[in-house]
């Protein structure tokens, strides 16, 4: 059984930083490219930042400079650092597992940036 876990949300203020965990089980962590994505209320999901199976990383360009996405695959976790939170970062964060052949999502955590 696949499941991807994420955790760390919550609420901080504006300016503030979190870091969000994803934890893997039932895949074979090493192999997948690994992403974060988010979506705030009457808005699309959309992509925050992904990592591939290399280590290389992509970011969104709203994120760039304020976010660092990365992995341990000896833990089986990708991570999402984000720094200077704004208001506008305010969503809930999902965690997704691709290969070639298939894709995984976590539940969702959420982030509220409010002072």
């Known amino acids: 059984q696949v499941q991807l876990v994420e955790s760390g949300g919550g609420l901080v203020q504006p300016g503030g930083s979190l870091r969000l965990s994803c934890a893997a089980s039932?895949?074979?962590?090493?192999?997948?490219?690994m992403g974060w994505y988010r979506q705030a209320p009457g808005k699309q999901r959309e992509l925050v930042a992904s990592?591939?199976?290399?280590?290389?990383?992509n970011y969104a360009d709203s994120v760039k400079g304020r976010v660092t996405i990365s992995r341990d695959n000896g833990k089986n976790t990708v991570y999402l650092q984000m720094n200077t939170l704004r208001p506008e970062d305010t969503a809930v964060y999902y965690c997704?597992?691709?290969?070639?052949?298939?894709?995984?999502w976590g539940q969702g955590t959420q982030v509220t940036v409010s002072s």
């Open positions: 990592i591939t199976n290399g280590g290389s990383t």
């Open positions: 997704h597992g691709r290969t070639l052949a298939r894709d995984y």
């Open positions: 039932g895949i074979i962590f090493s192999i997948y490219t």
